[in-house]
């Protein structure tokens, strides 16, 4: 069995101080130092200093290198088969990054063959138009992801030739690109020797160190951020960053961590302290608001419905959409919806059957949705933006890009009774 070193890492000024229950209050500016992975009554057999800490052999410590190792093997035992793991192509790697954004792998994963088969170059990604890219992304979320992959993509046909960058620095000048994405794709796809932090190596790094500071606040992010490249394997940074990306994904849960499982829970100190669910220090979350929303499916005479599109600086910016909005406290549901279309159109409608109710999460808010026929009563539905609105048969509803709720309601239309189904 190889040595079990200890990690070490010492704060810089401009890092928060992180208290640990085994660093002394006299070391403030110092993270556990020489204590992790340390077990003081199984130390493996391995011979250790005057302070209790392993050594090799002949004496000379290289914690950083035992670490990678067994992390390294671990990774080519039970990595996932992902087909962007079979591949060094950047512009792949770039798909598949900006579609596992904020995303699992077990969701991203149809999106990402879709959007390969549909887009095999950057070319053909910078020719279509948004809202055929936009169609194909529905039910992902966080639509500017899309929206701004769309832009790049043009920007780099437009400026480069449609020649991809290289480096972190020139990925980073890219619409929508930030550091961790332009970390990713420079390591996995061109070797560049850059950490990748997201969410599950951000909990990977507060575990192995126990860092006691609000991982979303800046100074503990910056701290995560050295961390993770203090210890990136340099011959191998794609390799490692995968690895550790893979750690945090299967085993170093946010829930239940398998501890038992991780190939370095020697090396980790919330797994020593039995308090791995503690880390990464999280801020108590408010209370999530909930709002409720009336929309009107307006008919004209011939049976087509009136849509509208919302701005591409909005959330869900854009996506088709009936119209409609939040109620007020207390007000009913078909009033809201007349004084919102009246808002958002200029005309009246009359409100009629209610063809739907749905209730839909966001990442800060839930709404229950209730969609309701019109007719029009007096006006003509124009935006009061310059944006666009067009009147569409029920059949080519299927054919524009809505929110995930508003494209319940257009399943629910197609059993509803009328002259659409």
């Known amino acids: 069995m190889e040595p079990v070193y200890p990690l070490q890492a010492v704060l810089t000024p401009e890092d928060p101080p992180v208290k640990n229950s085994r660093m002394p209050d006299e070391e403030p500016h110092r993270i556990a130092d020489g204590e992790i992975g340390r077990h003081s009554a199984d130390n493996g057999g391995h011979p250790t200093n005057e302070g209790g800490h392993p050594t090799d052999e002949g004496g000379m410590a290289e914690p950083h290198g035992a670490f990678r190792r067994a992390l390294a093997e671990w990774f080519e035992r039970v990595k996932r088969p992902l087909p962007w793991r079979e591949t060094s192509d950047p512009w792949l790697i770039w798909m598949s990054e900006v579609l596992l954004q904020q995303t699992r792998v077990e969701q991203g994963l149809p999106y990402f063959e879709a959007f390969a088969s549909a887009y095999p170059a950057v070319e053909d990604l910078a020719s279509a138009e948004l809202d ?101 394997d340099t011959s191998d940074p794609g390799r490692h960053n995968e690895a550790m990306m893979e750690l945090g994904a299967t085993v170093c849960l946010p829930r239940s961590p398998r501890c038992d499982a991780c190939p370095v829970s020697a090396w980790c100190q919330a797994a020593a302290a039995g308090d791995a669910e503690r880390y990464p220090v999280k801020k108590k979350k408010a209370p999530t608001p909930h709002y409720t929303i009336a929309v009107g499916l307006l008919r004209d005479a011939s049976g087509r419905f ?116």
């Not at 078909?334 to 009246?342: D, I, P």
């Open 132 to 232: 055929d890219v936009l169609r194909l992304w529905e039910g992902l979320g966080y639509y500017a992801r899309a929206r701004n992959f769309h832009a790049a993509a043009r920007q780099v046909v437009r400026d480069r030739g449609g020649e991809l960058p290289c480096t972190r620095e020139d990925w980073e000048r890219l619409p929508g690109i930030g550091p961790y994405t332009a970390a990713a794709i420079s390591s996995l796809a061109h070797g560049e020797a850059e950490a990748v932090v997201d969410g599950n190596v951000t909990r990977v790094i507060t575990r192995l160190f126990r860092v006691d500071a609000d991982a979303a606040r800046a100074p503990a992010r910056r701290l995560v951020d050295r961390l993770a490249q203090e210890l990136l």
């Open 306 to 421: 009136f849509v509208q599109r919302r701005p591409e600086s909005a959330m869900l910016g854009g996506l088709w959409e009936f119209p409609g909005g939040k109620c007020e406290e207390g007000e009913p549901l078909a009033e809201a919806l007349v004084r919102e279309f009246r808002e958002e159109t200029g005309a009246n409608v009359v409100v009629g059957e209610r063809v739907a109710c749905v209730k839909h999460a966001y990442s800060h808010f839930r709404i229950t949705l209730h969609a309701f026929l019109c007719q029009l009563d007096s006006g003509s539905p124009m935006p009061a933006t310059d944006l666009p609105s067009r009147w569409v048969e029920a059949s080519g509803l299927s054919y524009l890009a809505f929110p995930r709720a508003n494209r319940r309601i257009i399943d629910a239309l197609t059993s509803f009774p009328g002259p659409w189904t």
